[in-house]
């Protein structure tokens, strides 16, 4: 899952290294708009729809922070 | 606040859209952005098209045009309308309300009451909800409800957050009672402690509009707007609705004691496709019983997007048929609504170019 989600990122923004232990969202990686394509990727991806109101920042500050939320919504 | 009314319907929709139609990639050298990117914003946003009247054209004119089609066309008669009620946040001057701008140009009846409103996204539902308790009074037969909105005039074209998504439009919904419809259900609710999260800085009195004003600034995202233009704080806007339209939409079905899926169509305001998936998929309806292709076509003209929505997806068919459906609008203010009604039978529901 983890490598699913670094391919996402990459493909959303490959000009930003996503394996770097950083946060996403202050260092300018994801904005807004990203976490948009990002979520409409995943719920492709995935077979979920991740619930509106877990669209907040904090669930995209990383890696492990955005597989977090991809186990929330049952993902093995 | 919740409200029920009776005996009351809509007998007809007409929708005004400016000719003048401008493309999402038209605009997308004026963003901050690379093509790439702007492509894929549009497919996940729903943006498209969008309808923007030419300089220089009025809320008032749209919707005059609008009036004169339905008296013109034996579809309203001046006579009847007992009260006209404009809502828009982009009227013709600040004194006097637009409402009585279009009482003078159709030389309406002394007794015609005209009330201006200012909303927006959930304009349609307040609207509605004044008509309804208008109809109340004996002396109210027939309500005009105008909502009319030209605000791209108001939206900086560097501005990524809002301008791919505006749109201007005016709609004339007619109001009036009738024993053999079934109760409306209504709830309204307000947050005046969100009403920095869509605004328009200057031009009123509490800021008037200058040089200063109109300085152009550049926000962390790259965005180029002044004081003068609309500003949105999208993410501010979207967890809002997130939060509080679902619940909202659980709690006047169970009041209508109307299960979701009895409901044939959720016909919303339309800010952009991707607000509009994560509410019916939050909602739990089928994302074909929520459309969510307005906004993709014509833009998003605040309160209109709901009559807009009714004329384009249900059309002539709502001549013939009546539906249960529940209308949903939310945005500035913050003001959140809903409606579940039963609507169809109407004289007209259309969409006609100014």
Known sequence: MKDKVLEILTEIQPDFDFKQNINFIEEGMLDSFDIVNLVTKLDEEFGISIDGMDIIPENFYSVDSIVNLLKKNDVE | ?354
């Not at chain 2, 093509?35 to 054209?57: P, T």
Request: with cysteine.
């Open chain 2, 1 to 354: 606040m919740d409200f029920q009314f009776k005996n009351k319907k809509i007998s007809g929709i007409l929708t005004i859209l400016p000719k003048r139609e401008v493309l999402f990639e038209d605009n997308i050298s004026n963003y901050s952005f690379s093509h790439a990117k702007s492509m894929k914003l549009k497919l996940a946003m729903g943006y498209n098209k969008q309808r923007i009247a030419e300089d220089g054209v009025c809320s008032s004119d749209l919707a005059k045009f609008g009036l004169e089609y339905l008296i013109n066309n034996n579809l309203l008669e001046k006579e009847e309308i007992d009260a006209l009620i404009f809502v828009s946040q982009s009227p013709d001057q600040f004194l006097p309300p637009t409402s009585n701008i279009l009482h003078g140009h159709l030389d309406l009846k002394q007794d015609t009451l005209c009330i201006d409103i200012n909303q927006g996204c959930a304009g349609y539902i307040i609207g509605l909800q004044q008509a309804f308790m208008l109809l109340d009074q004996d002396a109210v037969k027939k309500v005009v409800l105008v909502v009319a909105d030209v605000l791209s005039s108001k939206v900086s074209k560097r501005d990524r957050n809002s301008y791919p998504l505006i749109g201007d439009a005016a709609s004339i919904t007619i109001i009036e009672n009738d024993e053999n419809f079934s109760d409306i259900f209504c709830s309204i609710k307000m947050d005046g402690n969100g009403a920095d999260v869509l605004q328009i800085p200057a031009g009123g009195f509490k800021m008037p509009s200058n040089e200063e004003t109109a300085e152009m600034v550049e926000d962390d995202n790259g965005n180029y707007r002044s004081l003068n233009n609309l500003v949105m704080q999208g993410d501010k806007v979207f967890n809002f609705v997130q939060t509080e339209v679902p619940p909202m939409i659980k709690k006047i079905l169970e009041r209508s004691n109307t299960d979701k899926d009895e409901i044939d169509y959720y016909l919303f305001h339309q800010p952009n496709r991707f607000m509009l998936q994560k509410l019916a998929d939050k909602i739990g309806v089928d994302r074909g019983k929520l459309p969510s292709n307005i906004v993709e076509n014509f833009g998003n003209s605040s309160g209109v997007t709901i009559p807009t929505n009714i004329s384009y997806n249900l059309g002539n068919n709502l001549e013939k048929n009546i539906y249960n459906v529940c209308l949903s609008g939310f945005g500035v203010g913050l003001t959140w609504g809903a409606i579940v009604m039963k609507l169809g039978r109407v004289k007209f529901n259309k969409i006609i170019e100014f």
